[in-house]
Nanobody, 122 residues
Framework: QVQLVESGGGLVQSGGSLRLSCAAS????????MGWYRQAPGKQRELVAT???????DYADSVKGRFTISRDNAKNMVYLQMNSLKPEDTAVYYC????????????????WGQGTQVTVSS
């Protein structure tokens, strides 16, 4: 019932920029923390950035100063602005959200999007 859909990926030259978007929909009572992860072929999925419901952010050291995560609680969306992209940023980027589906139970579940490909050329 809950679905996360990413968009905005693509091919960009080194030094360029992309803006990723993730829309959450379905049976949602409240979205707590949201984040972006990425996974390159042959590598484990790694944390890129997170943002709490209140707007507190955290970033992987490799993207600090280049990426900015933000969210719009009214629209159930989270964004990742990526600047000064490098070839090593090439990966499938996944949206993540911790969601409470019912305020009656207040049980938190983690959901993932299908991913969007980001390719940075030299």
């Amino acid at each position: 019932q809950v679905q996360l859909v990413e968009s905005g990926g693509g091919l960009v030259q080194s030094g360029g920029s992309l803006r990723l978007s993730c829309a959450a929909s379905g049976g949602i009572a409240r979205i707590n923390a949201m984040g972006w992860y990425r996974q390159a072929p042959g590598k484990q999925r790694e944390l890129v950035a997170t943002i709490t419901r209140g707007g507190s952010t955290d970033y992987a050291d490799s993207v600090k100063g280049r990426f900015t995560i933000s969210r719009d609680n009214a629209k159930n969306m989270v964004y990742l602005q990526m600047n000064s992209l490098k070839p090593e940023d090439t990966a499938v980027y996944y949206c993540n959200a911790k969601i409470i589906r019912s305020l009656a139970t207040f049980a938190e579940y983690t959901y993932w999007g299908q991913g969007t490909q980001v390719t940075v050329s030299s």
